[in-house]
């Protein structure tokens, strides 16, 4: 799936396939399937420990440091493959955020190279999970529940995957042109009620070609126009953090107000990391009924179909957004039961669900 | 809990075998199972103010690229490792493996050419390290694959790898440094020397060396080391010579290997085990029936063979001949894509004589001194 249906890895593609040595079973599949597609395969394999190392010891400009030979790889690769494939969801729990959004900024340039790339259609990438024990662990299951639980989100147990997928593209497809057509959004649930402009915008239907599993329809908001206040339902996962119960209000567009019952600390440095990390760079909702309970891993929990995603920070540059930050923050809501949402005035959505005849 | 020997081998490598400076870029290539190695090193290097990142294999793939690839594929050299090789002002190989033979039924040739595309990097390296833009060093972590190899327990291989790299000496680099100021007065006293004479089991054979340079490695370039070597006269080498250790060499073994040599060409090639592998190496190119390199081990903490060349060819009291590419920066001329090691045990049995003189027995040379050992084993 992943080198076929997703990255549609062709003959002379430079393939880099990104994990940690956990993902070895998979990684050696990836591998030999990329030779077999006649692709250049490129491993990259990270060691958790090396991130922990840097964060703990490294002065300022070390955490500002940009691999030169990292830079080369987002330049001149034609397809990233990446896999989580974590052996320890906490491990850098105890580093400074301050430190965390240091290094973060030093990776912006590279992020923003990288989505400009794939946004003019030069690099293919996909994100998907490898099971391990440590996301087990987050998610309150066993190792083999939780190979079912990601196999199940992917549709692997489909006889026919590729079709399944691609009827579920159609879907998505139809949602993307329909939202299209309308100029304000307002989400209202408890604790929320959330305005913004998308007219002018695109909406790019998410159908499992850049992550895997997929399953979202999304945009970048007018930066200016969001206004509100927006309670989530599920805790915020960033840097191996947890933030509970985050509430924003929003004004003119920006965060005027952050609060969280755990983490505020921690939210309230990244909303200053920079300029842009108190605008809102996108807009989504969750739509893969394969995946139904949160598991704190944000590549499944934004897809949960019924869901809503806003992200603090840097927006897509294919859906039009215009915001720039060193952060990309995903802040997921959960509209399964007692919430709306009017496009123009009008209800399109309610307790999880498009209106019928909508998409 | 990690085992503070390994920060101690880190700390060997950065401070005395490359002397890291801040703001260097450090690559640290490894496979995946060095972790235990590769996260100390690199956390060291980072302490030390340089910019250190890891380039991790993991094992199999390479395998699969040597069974499946593609001509093209198996011939492919990344772009990016080439400009990569460019960028980084230091590099450390840890040359573990999980599993020293998994080549030992590959395609040779399949595999000779993917070895052949990668030593293309190699070369790049070694160029920026003639013109003193880059430095290297070798080294090990402790796995199960090659305890295995040894014969021993993890734990046990552990303690032989640390014992010879000295890493529990109250201060490592002031051993090594010792070490190197000893050995170069060995190599000194054989700067002047014409001819050597190598005598032992099945083993007469004469090796100029006029005019040649010999150098000490001490620690420098590999971690365990301890040795003397030079490039041999090219021409200048004749007789016969019987190597008592196995010689391991892309996961193959040639055992009791039995050498003829004539004007510096081997004319005859025996092994008791291996045969065929030896003389398809012998044939590789031109300058691979010459001889690259003549050299005493002289590590008495590596006091056995283990199937591995890092520390097999410093066991103190041995000597090792190899066949191949020399040393260009020593006066070697000859030119192979094979460099193979091959390794004569002097310990008990065997003199050398430099110009007619003995200056080597029971294993040393006789000026050094020579310190009480436990009995030597296989």
Wanted: charged fraction near 30%.
């Amino acid at each position: 799936m992943l080198v076929g249906f997703c990255a549609r890895v062709r003959e002379g593609d430079l393939v880099t396939l990104e994990s940690t040595p956990l993902a070895a079973p998979i990684l050696r599949e990836l591998y030999r399937k990329v030779l077999e597609a006649g692709g250049q395969p490129l491993p990259r394999v990270s060691l958790e420990g090396l991130s922990e190392n840097l964060l703990k010891h490294g002065n300022d400009e070390q955490l500002a440091w940009v691999n030169p030979a990292r830079s080369d790889d987002i330049e001149t690769v034609d397809v990233r493959i990446a896999l989580e494939a974590p052996g320890n969801t906490r491990r850098l729990s105890n580093v400074d955020p301050a430190r965390h959004a240091r290094h973060e900024r030093s990776s912006e340039e590279l992020r923003n190279r990288y989505l400009e790339r794939a946004a003019a259609g030069e690099l293919r990438w996909v994100l998907s999970a490898y099971p391990t024990e440590a996301a087990a662990q987050d998610a309150s299951m066993s190792l083999v529940e939780y190979e079912d639980f990601v196999y199940g989100a992917g549709f692997l147990d489909d006889p026919d995957p590729v079709a399944r997928w691609q009827q579920f593209g159609e879907r998505v497809d139809r949602l993307a042109a329909f939202l299209s057509t309308k100029r304000e959004l307002r989400v209202v649930a408890e604790g929320t009620d959330l305005r913004f402009v998308t007219e002018g915008r695109t909406w790019i239907p998410s159908k499992g070609q850049e992550n895997f599993p997929d399953g979202e329809v999304f945009t970048g908001p007018v930066e200016t126009s969001v206004e509100g206040e927006i309670r989530f339902t599920y805790p915020g996962v960033f840097h191996a953090r947890e933030v509970d119960d985050v509430r924003l209000r929003f004004e003119a567009g920006e965060v005027v107000e952050a609060t969280a019952s755990r983490g505020q600390e921690f939210l309230r440095e990244m909303i200053a990391m920079d300029e842009g990390a108190r605008r809102v760079g996108e807009f989504a909702f969750g739509l893969n009924e394969g995946v139904a309970i949160f598991t704190r891993n944000t590549l499944f929990d934004e897809k949960i179909g019924g869901t809503m995603h806003l992200a603090l920070g840097t927006a897509y540059p294919e859906t039009g957004g215009l915001n720039r930050s060193a952060l990309h923050w995903d802040l997921i809501c959960d509209l399964r039961s007692g919430s709306e949402v009017l496009a123009d005035g009008e209800l399109i959505y309610s307790d999880g669900q498009f209106l019928n005849g909508v998409g | 809990m990690s085992d503070p020997r390994y920060d101690r081998l880190a700390e060997l490598v950065l401070d005395h075998s490359l002397r890291l400076q801040p703001g260097e870029v450090l690559r640290i290539e490894a496979d995946a199972v060095a972790e235990p190695l590769v996260v100390p090193l690199h956390r060291e290097a980072i302490k030390r103010g340089a910019h250190a990142y890891a380039a991790l294999d993991l094992s199999g793939l390479t395998e699969l690229l040597v069974a499946h690839g593609a001509e093209e594929q198996i011939g492919f050299v990344s772009p990016i490792a080439l400009r990569e090789m460019d960028a980084i002002d230091a590099s450390i190989t840890i040359w573990s493996e999980t599993n020293t033979r998994s080549f030992s039924r590959a395609d040779t040739d399949r595999r000779q050419r993917q070895l052949a595309a990668q030593r293309q990097l190699a070369l790049r390296r070694r160029d920026r390290i003639a013109r003193g833009e880059h430095r290297w060093c070798g080294t090990l972590c402790p796995t199960e694959a090659h305890a295995q190899d040894a014969e021993m327990s993890l734990e046990d291989y552990e303690a032989f790898v640390f014992g010879a790299c000295h890493v529990l000496d109250d201060d490592p680099v002031a051993h090594w440094t010792g070490v190197g100021e000893q050995m170069q007065a060995r190599a000194d006293e054989l700067a002047a020397v014409r001819e050597l004479r190598i005598v032992g089991e099945d083993t007469d054979l004469t090796v100029v060396v006029r005019g040649r340079t010999w150098r000490p490695a001490y620690g420098r370039k590999n971690v365990p080391d301890g040795e003397v070597y030079t490039s041999p006269v090219e021409s200048g080498i004749n007789g016969t010579i019987r190597f008592g250790f196995p010689a391991v060499f892309g996961g193959r073994e040639v055992d009791d290997a039995r050498l003829r040599l004539e004007e510096g060409r081997v004319v005859a090639a025996e092994a008791a085990g291996g045969e065929d592998y030896l003389r398809s190496l012998l044939e590789l190119d031109d300058g691979a029936s010459g001889v690259g390199e003549i050299a005493f081990g002289l590590n008495y903490e590596i006091d056995r063979f283990t199937r591995n060349i890092l520390f097999d060819e410093k066991i103190g009291g041995t000597m090792h001949l190899a066949l191949g590419m020399g040393f260009e920066d020593l006066g070697g001329l000859n030119r192979s894509a094979l460099h193979l090691d091959l390794i004569c045990d002097l310990r008990r049995e065997g003199e050398v004589y430099a110009d007619g003189e003995l200056v080597w027995r029971n294993g040393h040379f006789l000026q050094d001194p020579q310190p009480a050992r436990p009995a030597e084993r296989v």
